[in-house]
């Protein structure tokens, strides 16, 4: 499956994207929870794989995605 409402691009600086940390855990954005793993491997609600930066903001949702992700199903 395809969360097209996932696939954006960051307005952030560009400084903020080098610098933004990511933690292990659970994390929403859209709607969406996102269990993050070996960062930056995302896994979707699907079980697929997305191997992507995102960004999380500090209320813990994450706030940008930037590029595209690639989804790996039912690895």
Do not use: H
Request: glycine share 4%.
């Amino acid at each position: 499956m395809f969360y097209p409402e996932v696939v954006k691009n960051s307005n952030m600086p560009a400084d903020l994207k080098n610098n933004c940390p990511l933690q292990p855990g659970n994390y929403t954005w859209n709607g969406v929870v996102f269990s993050l793993e070996n960062v930056p491997r995302i896994i979707l609600p699907t079980g697929e794989f997305a191997n992507e930066m995102i960004f999380i903001k500090p209320d813990n949702e994450v706030f940008a995605v930037y590029r595209t992700f690639a989804y790996i199903n039912n690895i």
